[in-house]
């Protein structure tokens, strides 16, 4: 075959495969609102979003998924109190205070965090985490919002680390050493030189933990108590829209408002990921043109 | 010679790992004398002036033996600190390095990290450091615009200024021009001609030509050994080493 050609079938080949992934976002676009938004007929947008009871099933049903969307909020920002300093500082460690060995070992550890199936986070948090918060909080139960956030928080640290650690790889060399130069100490140089540069890549780093936490749901299927209400305190069983879709949909009737509701659920959690996405991408893109890497 | 000697190095050997990268230099740097120091690409000439302000210590596994004497105190005595000595041993880079911040803040840096807090003080710091970095004309209207927008030749004059601003004595230049124009190169030259009548020089340089325009003093260093030291004049007319007329009659390097 004429080598021309064949450069032109491989070209063929692998744009076929670059957009195959922008066929099935497009796909699964659709799909959310085709499914999803049969169910503004019955309740109008406001009262979905505002409503403030989650009783699918009843007669006459009620699709109100405050509840829901507060939940995976708590949950998620109770995550980032956990996954936040655990990351960032792990990843400050890594960058500032471990040697070569060290951080050869370490960095791939913390990255295999993010390697285990979340089912087994969810064990671990049933069964461990459940009876110990249930004992040194002497609650009615161990399955709440606190537990979710915890074991989210644990899940999401390896996200948070390991970008916030190439946040900080990013920052040239050379500013180290102008600050130094200049007579700055380590601990000036972290602060007032390395950290500020790296800032908003290590905000793009939270924000896509955030997203990893808020998308998550076996482990809040399992930990997290599912009580539609709306949460009052960490202390309390909660049911994030994660969860409430993957334990309601094997129920809903196929077609039925219940059915398109859970749709809709999961349309409004794909716009907040989406959202985060954005914001991190815009973030890490400033930040890049602001240290004078390519755009 | 009744020159004062700002820094005296004396049998330093400097080792990467188990490679040794500069072997027993015995070498003067006079006060408020320009001193060059040329060679071919890894010969240890920037090797070697990065030890006067013991920034090789940021590179791991490194290792130095000997002497560099400041001022007649050996800076890799345990009394000394590191960062004590690069407050009297300024270092301007290769590449121009400001950090990514408005051009106040890049000179006012130094200060601030040096525990002065006086508002005052530092402006008007930053502004005599500017002046006499020759910046201050250029930038006096947008001292608080960042510091990336100025050119090659401006960032590195703020770099020149930064270290003018935490009062060193002596300033290191590692190939200051390396990524400059020609205009810029000669601007820069011209300041470093006027910053001898106060502060002590030392320039890496792998253009001989500017090693001849700006400098007293030249040394030569071929595979970490200082082959010719003396004053310029005599190095570039009647070198008294074979590799060194070699070098500069360019037959190598």
Known sequence: MHPRIKEKIYKWIFTVFAFSSLVFLLGIIIVLFKEGLPIFQKVSFSKFIFGKTWYPTYDPPEFGILPL???SVWVTVGAIFICVPLGVGSALYLHEIAGYKQRAI??????????????????????????????????????????????????????????????????????????????????QTLTKVVIPAAGSGISTAIILGMSRAIGETMTVLMVAGGASAIPKSFFQPVRPMTAAIAAEMGEAPMG?????????????????????????????????????LSG | ????????????????????????????????????????????????????????????????????????????????????????????????????????????????VNGIKDKYFIE????????????????????????????????????????????????LFDEPCASLDPISTAKIEELILELKKDYTIVIVTHNMQQAARVSDYTAFFLMGELIEFGKTQEIFTAPKDSKTEAYITGRFG
């Open chain 2, 124 to 171: 008007e710091k930053v502004e005599r450091s500017l002046r006499k970095a020759a910046l201050w004309e250029e930038v006096k209207d947008r001292l608080y615009d960042s510091a990336l927008r100025l050119s090659g030749g401006q960032q590195q004059r703020l770099c020149i200024a930064r270290t003018l601003a935490v009062e060193s004595e002596t300033i």
């Open chain 2, 1 to 112: 010679m009744d020159k004062k000697i700002k820094i005296k190095a004396k049998h330093v050997d400097f080792f990467y790992g188990k490679s040794q990268a500069l072997k027993n230099i015995n070498m003067d740097i006079f006060d408020c004398d320009v001193t060059a120091i040329i060679g071919p690409s890894g010969c240890g000439k920037s090797t070697f002036i990065r030890l006067l302000n013991r920034m090789h210590e940021l590179v791991p596994h490194t290792n130095v033996t000997g002497e560099v004497l400041l001022d007649g105190q050996n800076i890799f005595c345990c009394s000394m600190d590191a960062v004590e000595v690069r407050k009297r041993v300024g270092m301007v880079f290769q590449k121009p390095n400001p950090f990514p911040k408005s051009i106040f803040d890049n000179i006012s840096y130094g200060l601030k």
């Open chain 1, 69 to 71: 969307i507060l939940a």
């Open chain 1, 106 to 187: 370490l960095k791939p550890l913390i990255e295999l965090l993010a390697s285990i199936p979340s089912v087994v986070y969810g064990f671990f948090g049933m069964m461990i985490l459940t009876p110990f918060l249930q004992n040194i909080f002497n609650l009615p139960t161990g399955l709440t919002a606190l537990n979710a956030s915890i074991i989210l928080g644990i899940m999401a640290t390896p996200t948070v680390c390991s970008l916030a650690d190439d946040a900080l790889n990013y920052v040239p060399k050379a500013f180290r050493e102008a600050s130094f130069a200049v007579g700055a100490n380590r601990w």
């Open chain 1, 256 to 292: 039925g408002d219940h059915y398109h509701a859970l749709f809709a659920i999961a349309l409004v959690l794909f716009l907040i990921t989406f959202v985060f996405n954005i914001i991190a991408e815009i973030i890490s893109r400033r930040y890049r043109i602001k240290l004078g």
